[in-house]
């Protein structure tokens, strides 16, 4: 069982940044893949990032790359997302998500078994 609470939501003006942080529960927390996904107004949950446990592979959905990072601090049970060059149009409430090994598919929010609650991310233009 792990438990996530993200963290670092807020508002920032366009072309601003924010870190999120993701901290999770549980002891063994590098033998999990994590992923961040996010939800806006109206909208389906979308993909947003992923990596490995190892950290050593990681997944940008098109929308924010080179623009967002993903990574994770496994002595601190900590995933991040570093995102820069923020749009209005990223705003939404970003989850942190996590799955024990490697997922089929880090693109797909069922491969996940394990969300937190979701930190809000406001962005204004």
């Known amino acids: 069982q792990v438990q996530l609470v993200e963290s670092g939501g807020g508002l920032v003006q366009a072309g601003g940044s924010l870190r999120l942080s993701c901290a999770a529960s549980?002891?063994?927390?590098?033998?999990?893949?994590m992923g961040w996904f996010r939800q806006a107004p109206g909208k389906v949950r979308e993909f947003v990032a992923g990596?490995?446990?190892?950290?050593?592979?990681?997944y940008y959905a098109d929308s924010v790359k080179g623009r967002f990072t993903i990574s994770r601090d496994n002595a601190k049970s900590t995933v991040y997302l570093q995102m820069n060059s923020l749009k209005p149009e990223d705003t939404a409430v970003y989850y942190c998500?996590?799955?024990?090994?490697?997922?089929?598919?880090?693109?797909?929010?069922?491969?996940?078994?394990?969300w937190g609650q979701g930190t809000q991310v406001t962005v204004s233009s």
């Open positions: 990596i490995s446990w190892s950290g050593g592979r990681t």
């Open positions: 998500a996590a799955v024990q090994g490697s997922p089929r598919n880090y693109y797909y929010e069922f491969a996940y078994d394990y």
């Open positions: 549980g002891r063994t927390f590098s033998s999990y893949a």
